[in-house]
């Protein structure tokens, strides 16, 4: 299996402009998971979703941030307007069917690193 | 202008010696609590986890202790290898089983 796979990598875009993040979770999986890491604020969960539904919104900082998740294939995560406070590095998680949430079976991929100048 | 970002904790070690990180946690109603590795450009990686009911538990090399009286936990890595060098988490959940993330501590161990 590839494991979580995320694009891009990296992204570099100006203030104002759309940024979209790209997440394919672990096939077979029904949970998904966003989070953004920075050094001042470590890793925090911003929304998951269990079978494409969102469950728990209340990490996402403000109306600019938005999640999808249309098929259990595919998620986004869209910031518009960027600003530069949203630099950070992002993953996307998934875990298995019957799992209780638990943390030992959530899978992070690589994460893409977002800068906004 | 940006923030200017803190450093975290580092614990530097020597190749083979027994490494030890802490964690303080701060919510008593925590009862799951788990130790992820996240190597640099990488997402984190589950290490091992541990119930309030335990005090101890035990892995390949590694060893969670839980002192619930204090909140603390700590990782312990026998006979450290450069490839544990990385930066830990530990993370602490609640009936919920979604975890909140500490900041973090930078082991870097020489060879």
């Known amino acids: 299996d590839a494991g979580v796979i995320q694009s891009p990598r990296h992204e570099v875009t100006e203030m104002g402009q759309e940024v979209t993040l790209r997440c394919k979770p672990i096939?077979?999986?029904?949970?998904l998971f966003w989070y953004r890491q920075t050094m001042m604020r470590g890793l925090e969960l911003l929304i998951y979703?269990?079978?494409?539904?969102?469950?728990?919104d209340s990490g996402m900082p403000e109306d600019r941030f938005s999640a999808k998740m249309p098929n259990a294939s595919f998620s986004t995560l869209k910031i518009q307007p960027s600003e530069p406070r949203d630099s950070a590095v992002y993953f996307c998680?998934?875990?298995?069917?019957?799992?209780?949430?638990?943390?030992?079976?959530?899978?992070f991929g690589p994460g893409t690193r977002l800068t906004v100048l | 202008g940006e923030s200017v970002g803190l450093h975290l904790p580092t614990l530097s070690v020597q190749e083979g010696d027994n490494s030890i990180i802490n964690c303080a946690y701060s919510?008593?109603?925590?009862?799951?609590f788990i130790w992820y590795k996240q190597e640099s450009g990488k997402g984190p990686q589950f290490i091992i986890d541990?119930?309030?009911?335990?005090d101890k538990r035990q892995g390949q090399r590694v060893t969670v202790l839980l002192n619930k009286t204090v909140k603390h936990l700590s990782l312990q890595i026998a006979a450290t290898q450069p490839g544990d060098s990385a930066v830990y988490f530990c993370?602490?959940?609640?009936?919920?089983?979604?975890?909140?993330f500490g900041r973090g501590t930078s082991l870097i161990v020489h060879p």
């Open positions: 998680a998934s875990s298995p069917p019957g799992s209780q949430r638990e943390a030992d079976t959530q899978y």
């Open positions: 096939s077979g999986h029904d949970y």
């Open positions: 979703f269990n079978n494409n539904v969102p469950i728990d």
């Open positions: 919510n008593s109603a925590s009862d799951y």
């Open positions: 541990i119930r309030s009911n335990m």
């Open positions: 993370a602490e959940g609640g009936g919920s089983y979604i975890p909140t």
